[in-house]
């Protein structure tokens, strides 16, 4: 899906430089905050189903702890590299000051296609990977979440087999697990959630009505598809939605339910009545009012970024546009709601699952929406203000924001020893 190629973990390490100049930071605190503090590579075994023994690569990046556990998601995919890895796990750094919740970044993936895998396949590499990083997880140590192409299934093997080592049940250890072990109400909807909250306050900075705009989305698993729901339900009219196979595109609206029904049914959304086929860079340059990237990094880039005819763009996905495109967006008038506050919905309902986990108190899902929707309007309100302080674009006012906290924490902690 990707249009071309940039190691994200050098756009991530541009993003925090140009923070870092703007909040005058000395040079060893820049030092501190470019790198990980740990990076954990694990090669393991995994017994296929036929017999055969299969090694893979996995990574567990965390790279600040200063403000709490590391946090951050694992994914299951081909292209997972250790740059991408340390990419996001910046990125969750930041994601989780901006939002002001008391965790650190991390983050973790396995290089493999986990469509080509069995059931009995994947929980076996689940179970192996989660022992292989047990080293340094832990409730009040490094607590991982779901991501691209995991679930709460995965999180729930997760959960057992590090419980298993320790004897006893440890629920807080994962967050994005089942409700029946431990799992928080509202965690399945939080991204999208916290997707819809900044896009409808967006909105209203730009004077723009949701009943009269359109929302192309690109990516259509958890976070896309109940995002465009969501949107919906505010009053967008979705116009164009895709998945991994391509997209689907019609002017007058996409009934989201018809589509979620059509995807279930076929697998993918390729040929629903009612609608012309586009590829998922097609869908990126399509006539619509937002654009949510809920998919893969690296979707806006220099060569394609001038064709865009949104004008807002709301990061749903990690990443999803370069700093060239970026500048380019930026010069047409297009307003980016960033990643690291736009899809900080999801690690701040895994935050509310940690503490009632901790607490063994669980709290109803009007009251975590409710918290949800308090934090990220907050977030976005002081994303904003910041912005205009410093006569800035928003991912720069989140970055200064979010960076900013991290290096007063590590300021006043100080250097051990």
Not at 36 to 57: A, H, Q, S, Y
Not at 150 to 159: K, L, R, S
Not at 320 to 348: C, M, Q, S
Request: charged share 20%; aromatic share 6%; with cysteine.
């Amino acid at each position: 899906m990707a249009i071309e190629v940039m190691n994200p973990f050098e756009v991530a390490i541009a993003q925090f430089d140009e923070a870092a100049e703007r909040l005058g930071l000395s040079q060893s605190m820049r030092a501190i905050l470019r790198k990980p503090k740990r990076e954990l590579i694990v090669n393991f075994p995994v017994r296929r189903d036929n017999g055969d023994i299969e090694m893979f690569t996995g990574y567990r990046v965390q790279h600040n702890i200063t403000r709490g556990p590391a946090k951050g998601g694992i994914r299951f995919s081909p292209e997972v590299s250790l740059d991408e890895v340390r990419a996001l796990a910046m990125w969750m750094t930041w994601k989780c000051a901006v939002v002001g919740i008391p965790f650190g970044g991390a983050k973790g993936g396995v290089i493999c296609d986990p469509h080509t895998m069995s059931r009995n396949e994947l929980e076996r590499m689940s179970r192996r990977y989660a022992t292989e990083i047990s080293i340094i997880m832990g409730p009040n140590s490094d607590i991982p979440a779901p991501d691209m192409n995991t679930n709460p299934q995965v999180m729930a093997w997760m959960m057992d087999t590090f419980s298993m080592h320790q004897g006893y049940s440890v629920p807080a250890v994962i967050t994005g697990k089942p409700l029946a072990i431990g799992g928080s109400e509202g965690r399945l909807e939080a991204t999208a959630r916290g997707v819809q909250v900044v896009t409808r306050e967006a909105l209203k900075d730009l004077n723009m009505l949701p009943d009269r705009c359109s929302v192309a989305i690109q990516g259509f698993g958890n976070v896309g598809s109940v995002t465009a729901r969501l949107l919906a339900e505010l009053g967008c009219k979705i116009v164009a939605v895709s998945d991994i196979k391509g997209g689907i595109y019609n002017p007058s609206g996409i009934d989201v339910h018809l589509a979620l029904r059509y995807s279930k049914e076929h697998g993918n959304l390729s040929g629903m009545p009612g609608t012309e086929r586009v590829t998922n860079a097609e869908l990126l340059e399509l006539p619509c009012d937002i654009l949510i990237p809920a998919a893969l990094e690296n979707q806006l880039v220099g060569r394609n970024a001038a064709r865009v005819k949104a004008r807002l763009v709301v990061e749903a996905a990690n990443g999803p546009t370069t700093p060239d495109a970026e500048a380019i967006l930026y010069d047409k008038g297009v307003t980016i709601v960033p990643d690291i506050l736009a899809n900080a919905g999801g690690v701040t309902v895994s935050y509310f699952e940690w503490v009632q986990d901790l607490q063994r108190f669980f709290w109803a899902e009007h009251e975590i929406n409710d918290r949800l929707e308090t934090i990220m309007t907050r977030s976005y309100n002081a994303m904003r203000h910041k912005a205009r302080e410093q006569q800035t674009n928003l991912r720069m006012g989140a970055y200064l924001l979010a960076v900013a906290r991290v290096a007063e924490a590590t300021e006043l902690r100080g250097v051990y020893p």
